[in-house]
């Protein structure tokens, strides 16, 4: 892909600076609504965006938003959030990569049904895991997503990790039409969804152009990345500080690797990383997306000061590893079912026919109806799931991308591991990148009943046919 600095929109363009504003990230803390029962309560709203943060003038038009900007959750502790629909459209929320009971999952048409306008919908659910991951709309997802209707979501752990600073950067892009606006008319446009998906010209972080991040010299950071793009691969580049990635898509590495270089991150994976900041840090350190030309900065650490006592001139000790999750074994572990996931689809990729709402189409006829990429043959979501298993089985599924384009495949509800080799034993994922032409197993032990979604989180490409589910039995 072609990506250079001439395709977004820059601060100077848009008449802003990129503000001297500093944003303290400090982990939000939230008053607790304990319920007698140790049941946390919260409220969600899911409403149109009210403040314009890229729009040098007027009223943003056509952003969503949820009516905070971080959610934090804490490992164990059972929550009852409320989510309220105060959008012109209806919605629901899924809570992406979390494990939890299938008609907590938020998938409309699956799961539940859409929340109307103006309707709410109690989510009650445990997080098992602590970790990043993050919540989203699953209704329309390509046009949702790309308004802005997504939220972080931090699980704590149960016991505090000790780190000097937890930030979230949430990493997005947004097309604006001329006018500067969020561009709506070209929601839904054909040619991204044979392509590679909706991308945009403006990047932010947090929803922020350019933001900086007061750290202090001396600091260990807890830095959470997240791609909430439509459909857009970055790559991260970090400043040249000792790091190391400590957790992906919410789970944490057995052993944590130390990184250089710039870190993909494809639509709705996430990492964990410890960064430590060196005590004799000055001035502003660039967090960066690679292009193919001059890097651009993403988000800035501004350094100001440096923490009390005494950090010698040497290195800190390597972190350890964050504290396990409660995943089940797979290693060593007989596979009770095999299946492969053929993709197929998408421009050049030499689609003839497939199969939609049961009947074989030709691709002038798919293209009619919108759909272009299959999986085995079958575009969009198919009346019989990809497999039927019972609950506690090992499934393996082979994936197989046979079209041109890269693909980020998402399982929801549980975490796998992947046979490609530039992955480590110990590391898990809910998505995972493969590039056109690539070959990947993955294995997951199929632990909670109910109807799971698998699909291509380059969201369009799931709009256009890339989208099946697995049924679990009790
Ligand atoms: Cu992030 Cu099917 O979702
Ligand atoms: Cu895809």
Same mark, same amino acid.
């Given at each position: 892909m072609k990506l250079s600095r001439r395709h977004f929109i820059q601060l100077s363009g848009l008449g802003l %600076?990129?503000? $001297?504003t500093l944003v303290t990230a400090s982990p939000q803390t939230e008053t607790p609504h304990q319920s007698e029962s140790g049941v946390r309560r919260l409220r969600l709203v899911l409403k149109p965006e009210s403040h314009h943060w890229f729009a040098p003038l007027g009223e943003p038009v056509g952003l969503w938003a949820f009516d905070r900007d971080v959610l934090r959750l804490r490992q164990g502790e059972p929550v009852e959030i409320e989510v309220e629909n105060q959008l012109p459209d209806p919605s629901s929320v899924h809570w992406h990569g979390m494990r939890i009971d299938n008609p907590m999952d938020g998938v409309s048409g699956l799961t539940q049904e859409p929340i109307a306008p103006g309707e709410r919908f109690i989510y009650r659910f445990t997080p098992q895991d602590a970790g990043t991951y993050w919540a989203h709309s699953h209704h329309k997802t390509y046009e949702q997503l790309a308004r802005g209707l997504y939220l972080p979501l931090i699980v704590d752990e149960q016991e505090p990790v000790e780190v000097d600073r937890d930030l979230v950067l949430t990493l997005d892009d947004w097309r604006l039409n001329e006018a500067r606006q969020f561009d709506t008319a070209s929601l839904g446009a054909m040619h991204d969804w044979a392509h590679g998906g909706r991308t945009g010209n403006l990047l932010t972080v947090n929803r922020q152009l350019q933001p900086r991040f007061k750290v202090k010299g001396g600091e260990r950071i807890r830095l959470r990345l997240l791609n909430t793009a439509n459909a857009r691969i970055m790559a991260v580049r970090l400043p040249d500080l000792p790091s190391w990635i400590w957790a992906k898509d919410g789970q944490p590495l057995t052993t944590p690797r130390g990184h250089s270089g710039p870190l993909l991150l494809a639509p709705a994976e996430r990492y964990d990383l410890v960064v430590d900041i060196p005590a004799q840090a000055q001035g502003a350190l660039a967090i960066q997306l690679q292009t193919d030309g001059a890097p651009i900065d993403l988000a800035l650490l501004q350094i100001d000061g440096q923490i009390d006592g005494q950090i010698g001139q040497g290195e800190r000790d390597e972190p350890q590893p964050l504290p396990a999750n409660p995943l089940p074994q797979l290693a060593d572990q007989p596979v009770d079912h095999r299946v492969q996931l053929d993709m197929t689809g998408g421009a050049m990729g030499g689609l003839r026919q497939a199969v939609y709402g049961g009947q074989t189409l030709s691709t002038r006829e798919l293209v009619q109806n919108k759909q272009i990429w299959a999986f085995n043959g079958v575009v969009n %979501?198919?009346?019989? $799931?990809l497999l039927e298993v019972r609950s506690g089985d090992l499934v393996e599924v082979e994936m197989l991308n046979n079209t041109r384009w890269p693909h980020s495949l998402h399982l929801h509800g549980h975490h796998f591991q992947s046979d490609l080799a530039r992955y480590n034993q110990g590391l898990w994922h809910d998505t995972v990148v493969m590039a056109s032409g690539e070959r990947t197993k993955i294995r997951f032990r199929a632990d909670k009943p109910g109807s799971w979604l698998l699909h291509c989180h380059m969201i369009e490409h799931q709009a256009a046919g890339m989208v099946s589910w697995i049924r679990v039995r009790a």
């Open positions: %600076m990129a503000g $001297p %979501m198919p009346e019989q $799931p």
